[in-house]
């Protein structure tokens, strides 16, 4: 990652976790700071994301794994490429929901593909671009889905998928949690949203400093 002076943050989870409410807390806290913040999330944070977006949570039918699989890792190349390493490059932070680690969970364990060789896959995709700091928001199958807006019309492809998938994934996350403790930052999802904010904000506070 030699061009990268800014700092690389991702938010992970499952369903329901609050990444996106933590993410935007964290976005608002920093550029009250006076820092530079780009904010984005996989998949789709590009126009080529948006497409691709559709494409992989709607498309109806069949999709291969490795398609599957190949898709998230096209619109994260695409990213990385024209919004993350810009602006590393620039010194801002970026904030993104969803990384390779989403990859690594959902199509490695989830869809029992090799989560080396997806993890693999995206590291290509990425030229090897690693997150700073990952904070894996944790929680338990059963409340994620509960917080899912009942009133949603849609769910989308991965949200479909029965609860074995999702105790796959979660296991997953924890795994990678655990082997890589410097990268991860590991919080239960079922505190209050301003404690969990604050812990966060303590955690990047080190990385700042
Ligand atoms: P997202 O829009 O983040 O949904 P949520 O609000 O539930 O977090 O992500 C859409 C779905 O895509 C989500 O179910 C997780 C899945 N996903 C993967 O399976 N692999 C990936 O690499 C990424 C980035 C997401």
Redesign the pocket.
């Known amino acids: 990652m030699p061009d990268a002076r800014g700092l690389f943050l991702t938010f992970e989870g499952g ?2 976790s609050g ?2 409410t933590q993410s935007a807390l964290l976005t608002e806290w920093l550029a009250s700071l006076g820092r530079q913040v780009v904010h984005s ?4 944070g590009t126009e080529l994301g948006l497409e691709l977006r559709e494409i ?2 709607h498309r109806r039918g069949y999709m291969a794994p490795r398609a599957e699989a190949l898709l ?1 890792a096209a619109d ?1 190349a695409h990213n990385i490429a024209t919004v993350v390493r810009p602006a590393l490059a620039r010194g801002d932070i970026v904030i993104q ?4 680690d ?2 690594v969970a ?2 490695g364990a ?1 869809r029992v593909l090799d989560p080396a060789e997806v993890r693999d896959v995206s590291l290509w995709a990425t030229e090897g671009l690693l997150p700073d700091l990952t904070i894996l928001l944790d929680l338990d199958v059963a409340t994620g889905r509960d917080r899912l807006d009942d009133s949603r019309t849609r769910y ?1 492809r ?2 479909a998928e029965a609860a074995e998938f999702h105790h796959r994934v979660r296991d997953a996350y924890l795994a990678l949690a655990a082997a890589e403790p410097q990268r991860f930052l590991v919080l239960d999802a079922t505190l209050p949203i301003d404690e969990l904010s604050t812990r966060i904000r303590e955690r990047v506070s080190d990385l700042l400093a």
Do not use: M
């Open positions: 369903d329901g990444k996106s999330r996989e998949p789709g992989i949570l998230y994260r929901d969803r990384y390779l989403s990859s959902y199509q989830g989308d991965l949200e």
